[in-house]
């Protein structure tokens, strides 16, 4: 039986005899995109070459890819979804394009010298076209010549066939390969289109021809391009023949490090199972990311904080098995021993690894304890509701200020027979979601989500507050992120220690004689160097239009910024620094209000 570490070689040497180029795969941090947290496609790191930019290998290139994607993360624990995966991927640049690219993945996966799977369990889907692009009949006849019927090529609109990035770059229609996951042969007629549920997607190839400069801008591309990307584990799942990923041995060592640790058996009860997937999926996505070159630490914001959140999801989850006390180094360690022959990476950073998932862990397990401490302190006057119901907004406060997670407040709330009322709580937990959504779309987009005058004026108190900090702490002083709701606003940057009460009086002094001086709030339209050159302040590593926005207040503070922004600083009220605290190493958070 082919193993996952077989496949990926296999690929490569595939492809290799064809003429391409093995070129190594890339760290899961991007380079100079700050768009993205993580490496989600194996494409990204190739976006210059497929905008037209030569590649030092050549026009055929192929490699394999990890990828961390997290938006699915609340599916994981099913039998399919990870948020770490690794991406097989063959291009052109402008050499072959739809027939050949569909010739040599149908030779991969049908040919008796490579994957040998029966093309009766094979379907594949083209685009039906639309108002960017004709339906794709080449790549239609390029299947049906290598002969694949005609009920199992179905014809798809844009949101299965046309493949993107992001919101711009690099695009085009792509063709998607599907295997047959349900009982028996596929019966005549099924495919992607006519039963959906019945195909797993293995493999896509895209045809990048297209570049997307904006919403309303389609280009076309320099040269035509192909990229493809196959999913590994997925891929390797279908040829063992297995039901799930799970249950190949991407994962299988992985498990049985869990199992021992919990004294369960996997396959016993399926609530424990999906606690088990969610451990063993989130233990090897923080690995990759702890042992990636340019790894980021746990933090509150960007990946970082994705990073933390899968940590911790873990943390939770081995409890729910019933382990005690810190755990994850255990199946981390037989992450970086299996995996360290591809991704040598691993071992080099295999102590970090293990430290900072220690580290991060303990912190969790303090959390929870002082989480449950609370929760005591509160039982005895929860207990004289006499509907024994706890309220969603203390569940909530609870989550908030401790992190204690919410399905733990159930669990703690059932032992003395209550019941959190979790519509409440959700309706909370949404509201703070959407908020703090909106504070990272602020800070990629530097534009305002909410534009209601109390926010604007919060935003223009930033500015203020950011100055302020700069004049009192010195010009290491750099913004690390930016949370603004209708309350207050919350403000992190970059300083080594805790804030004295001095200081904090002095920037609280500072921010009020500038409302005071009610300073008129101009903004100018420059080009990105002579913002730099007038000395406005603009987010490091930020990506910037060439045109920007430049806020000038009085004579105190200038800023690169999407804006909007009141029109006099007379207008804020007065401003009161609610608490300072830590958000990360080398990092603090300030929340402030407005009265
Ligand atoms: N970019 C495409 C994908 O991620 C093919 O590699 O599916």
Not at 221 to 226: D, F
Not at 319 to 330: Q, T
């Amino acid at each position: 039986m082919i193993t996952i570490h077989e496949l990926r070689s296999k690929y490569i040497e595939f492809f290799k005899s064809k003429g391409h180029a093995e070129i190594s795969g890339k760290s899961l941090i991007p380079e100079n995109d700050p768009t993205v947290l993580f490496n989600s496609a194996g494409m990204q790191p190739l976006v210059p070459y497929l905008l037209g930019e030569s590649h030092p290998s050549g026009k055929r290139l192929v490699d394999f890819q990890k990828c961390v994607r997290t938006g699915d993360i609340e599916e994981v624990g099913d039998e399919s979804h990870l948020t770490c995966f690794e991406m097989l991927g063959n291009w052109s640049l402008g050499d072959y394009f739809k027939k050949e690219s569909i010739a040599y993945s149908w030779e991969f996966l049908t040919s008796p010298n490579w994957l040998a799977l029966d093309p009766r369990m094979i379907s594949v889907t083209v685009f039906q076209g639309d108002e960017n692009a004709p339906r794709d009949d080449t790549s239609a006849e390029a299947w049906a010549s290598l002969g694949v019927p005609a009920d199992r090529i179905a014809y798809l609109g844009a949101a299965d066939n046309w493949w993107s990035a992001g919101l711009t770059g690099p695009c085009g229609p792509d063709s998607e390969i599907f295997f047959y996951i349900g009982e028996g042969l596929p019966p005549a007629g099924s495919n992607k289109g006519s039963d959906p549920k019945a195909w797993m997607e293995i493999w896509n190839n895209v045809f990048m021809e297209f570049n997307r400069v904006d919403e309303r801008t389609l280009v076309r591309l320099p040269a035509q391009n192909v990229d493809t990307g196959m999913g590994l584990e997925r891929t390797v799942c279908i040829l063992q023949g297995k039901r799930s990923v799970y249950d190949t041995e991407a994962f299988g060592p992985i498990i049985a490090a869990i199992e021992s640790l919990a004294g369960y058996k996997y396959r016993s009860d399926p609530e424990k199972d999906r606690s088990v997937r969610i451990i063993s999926d989130h233990i090897r996505t923080a690995t990759f990311i702890l042992g990636d070159p340019k790894a980021v630490m746990p933090s509150n914001v960007g990946a970082g904080y994705v990073l933390r959140r899968i940590i911790r999801r873990a943390v939770r989850h081995g409890r729910k098995l019933g382990i005690e006390g810190a755990f994850l180094s255990k199946p981390a360690a037989v992450v970086v021993d299996n995996f360290s022959g591809p991704f040598p990476e691993l071992a080099q950073n295999r102590a970090r690894v293990l430290d900072e998932l220690s580290k991060e862990e303990e912190k969790f397990l303090e959390t929870l304890v002082k989480g449950e401490h609370e929760f005591e302190k509160m039982l005895p006057n929860l207990l004289k509701n006499p509907q024994r119901i706890m309220s969603g907004r203390l569940a909530f406060k609870l989550y908030d200020t401790y992190g204690f997670p919410i399905e733990l407040t159930e669990e703690l709330a059932g032992e003395s027979g209550m019941k959190v009322n979790r519509p409440e709580f959700d309706e909370a937990y949404k509201k703070h979601q959407e908020l703090s959504r909106a504070g990272s779309e602020q800070l990629f987009k530097g534009g305002m989500a909410d534009h209601s005058d109390v926010s604007t004026k919060y935003h223009t108190a930033t500015h203020l507050l950011q100055q302020a900090l700069t004049i009192v702490l010195g010009d290491h002083v750099a913004q690390k992120g930016s949370n603004i709701t209708t309350e207050r606003l919350r403000f992190d940057f970059a300083h080594g220690a805790p804030m004295t009460k001095e200081e904090l009086e002095r920037v609280e002094k500072i921010v009020n004689e500038q409302i005071a001086r009610d300073l008129p709030v101009t903004m100018t339209m420059m080009k990105l160097d002579e913002a730099k050159a007038y000395g406005a302040r603009a987010l490091f590593g930020e990506k910037y239009e060439e045109t920007v926005k430049v806020y000038t207040m009085g004579d105190f503070s200038k800023e690169v910024c999407g804006g909007p922004h009141v029109e006099r600083t007379g207008l804020l009220g007065k401003f009161r620094i609610q608490k300072e605290q830590s958000s990360s190493s080398g990092v603090r958070r300030i929340y402030a209000v407005l009265e």
